[in-house]
């Protein structure tokens, strides 16, 4: 399934981008990204710290809740984004369950999965923040940046096209797999 791509200079948040263009009924799946977000979420309302030149992205689509519903969908986004980040720049990424990727207990990715029923159809919106080129100052948790991990600068174009072609293969697999096929397809990526 191909992923409509929009990239923007600045947004509030890559997730009311989506909400937005889904509920004029602009529902072709789509991922998008932004340079910086003014206003970027995280679990139970809790603000994301965006920092320019780090990577915020969204991808939603259309779902079945009946065939994968959305706590599966936190599962394999868990193992997928795990994986993507793991094999490009670290082995030792590990989850920390239900939405953070870590890097030797230091938070480096957070995913925020959100539903949304608009015309009797259901979608999910997964949010992805990655530190890539600069690790947020927060006082609740420790931080760092794939930048720190690797000791080189990342193109977060390159690293965004590879989550593309990696999310559009899983996507694909989606429509004719069950949960535990994709489990085993996303654990073993």
């Known amino acids: 399934m191909k ?3 929009l990239k923007f ?4 948040s890559t997730n009311d981008i989506a909400l937005k263009l889904i509920k004029n009924n602009n529902i072709k799946p789509t991922i998008i990204s932004s340079e910086k977000q003014i206003k970027g ?3 139970m309302g809790k603000k994301w710290i965006s920092k320019k030149g780090n990577l915020f992205l969204t991808i939603f689509f ?3 809740q009946k065939k994968i519903n959305f706590k599966h969908f936190a599962f394999l986004n ?4 795990k994986n993507i980040i793991s094999k490009k720049f670290s082995n030792q990424v590990r989850i920390k369950w239900p939405n953070d990727l870590l890097f030797k207990k230091k938070k480096i990715c957070g995913i925020l999965q959100e539903t949304i029923t608009s015309n009797k159809k259901n979608f999910l919106i997964v ?7 600069h690790d947020p100052n927060v006082k609740s948790f420790s931080s760092i940046s794939l930048k720190k991990i690797t000791n080189k600068k990342i193109d977060n174009n ?6 593309k072609k990696n999310y559009e293969k899983f996507l694909s697999k989606a ?4 949960f535990l096929e994709l489990k085993k397809y996303t654990i073993n990526l």
Do not use: P, W
């Open 78 to 81: 868990a193992y997928l984004f």
């Open 175 to 178: 429509k004719i797999h069950t």
């Open 9 to 12: 200079k600045s947004v509030k």
């Open 3 to 5: 992923l409509r791509s």
């Open 127 to 133: 949010g992805v923040g990655i530190n890539t080129n």
């Open 41 to 43: 979420r995280g679990t």
């Open 62 to 64: 259309e779902i079945n």
């Open 158 to 163: 390159k690293l965004l096209n590879m989550i």
